[in-house]
């Protein structure tokens, strides 16, 4: 429970008076009780730390936090991942951050488990950051991830969301019809899709978009073949898009999962764009300098980091005030990758 600072503006951290006073007892109590302390009876320490969850209190590590209630500091979430695209995210909210005098500590989770999420923020909690950069969707939101929202501004990323977080998001679903509706402009009959993994929003909203284009144009829908980001991935599954006939146009989820498409589609002999046109998302670095360069829609990871740090910084100054959602539109990118139908 985070207390409203004299004369409004960012609130003030509950500290250990406020633990002592409402479990009623000493501030030494307190600390004798977060510290381990052997002689700190039973009862006694259950009131305790029934205070510290009602109040959200976290130990403070940092001297400067001690001395300004400040730590100038706003954390990220973000998967343990060697990924472009999340790279160049975590790049733009650096900078950003810093422009605005604030440092970053990032906090990587192992998976998309719950726990692990949870356990990531509850690092940078206790850090003491003053606001939370989600980059990693929210699958099952917990009791803990919900108290960790209400007790620290948190911006979210990708589109998922508890009740007390801001959203800022790339409109994934234009992405996928902006994809599809190139290919289908260009005479192909119907697009494939390779999809990132059905758990990421993303990747849900891609073919979302993906299909609802195809349905709109009367075309037929092929099965979805699911990669996890990987170019390895998108190597398997273009080995076998490669040897069914009929494929023509392949919407690829990810600009890396292009990359092994691509690449397995030239070791079947399948020429890009002459027999197969590729399209993927992301355009990071890389893609203008594939072979043939890469068709892609490039989503606008410095906007994101800028927007997604300008939102925390204004949630941080007013947590009261209500979440004001806000998408960021991509752009289709076209290049060699793609051509007419035969």
């Known amino acids: 429970m985070r207390k409203r600072a004299a004369g409004g503006g960012v609130p003030r951290e509950p500290g250990m008076a406020d633990v002592a006073r409402v479990a009623g007892v000493s501030a030494q109590t307190v600390s004798r009780t977060l510290s381990g302390h052997p002689n700190v009876q039973q009862k006694t320490r259950a009131k305790v730390l029934a205070a510290v969850e009602q109040l ?3 130990k403070n590590n940092a001297a400067r936090t001690l001395s ?4 100038r500091t706003i954390g990220v979430v973000t998967l343990q991942t060697n990924s472009s695209s999340r790279t160049a995210l975590t790049f733009g909210i650096e900078g950003a951050a810093r422009a605005a005098g604030y440092a970053v500590s990032t906090a990587t989770a192992a998976s998309l488990d719950t726990h692990a999420i949870e356990e990531a923020m509850s690092r940078l909690a206790d850090q003491r950051v003053e606001g939370v950069i989600l980059a990693v969707p929210l699958i099952h939101v917990s009791r803990k991830i919900e108290q960790l929202t209400r007790s620290v501004p948190t911006i979210t990323i990708d589109g998922s969301r508890t009740p007390d977080t801001e959203v800022v998001a790339v409109d994934q679903t234009l992405a996928a019809r902006l994809a599809t509706r190139h290919l289908l402009e260009l005479g192909h009959e119907t697009v494939w899709h390779v999809s990132g993994p059905t758990e990421w929003l993303d990747a849900a909203s891609r073919c979302s978009g993906w299909r609802d284009t195809l349905e709109a144009a009367g075309a037929t829908v092929p099965p979805v073949l699911e990669g996890d980001w990987s170019p390895a991935s998108g190597y398997r599954n273009g080995l076998i898009l490669g040897k069914i006939p ?11 999962m292009a990359f092994g498409v691509i690449r397995a589609l030239h070791e079947l002999g399948r020429r890009v764009p002459e027999d197969i046109s590729v399209v993927g998302v992301d355009d990071i670095a ?4 594939c072979s043939p360069s890469l068709t892609t829609v490039a989503q606008p990871f410095a906007e994101m980091g800028t927007l997604a740090v300008s939102h925390l910084l204004r949630h941080i100054a007013d947590p009261e005030a209500a979440p004001d959602p806000a998408s960021v539109e991509p752009a289709l990118i076209v290049r060699a990758s793609t051509a007419p139908a035969a």
């Open 56 to 58: 959200g209190y976290r």
């Open 68 to 71: 300004s209630g400040r730590s």
């Open 246 to 256: 009929d494929v023509t146009a392949v919407f690829v989820a990810s600009d890396e």
């Open 286 to 289: 890389l893609a203008e300098y």
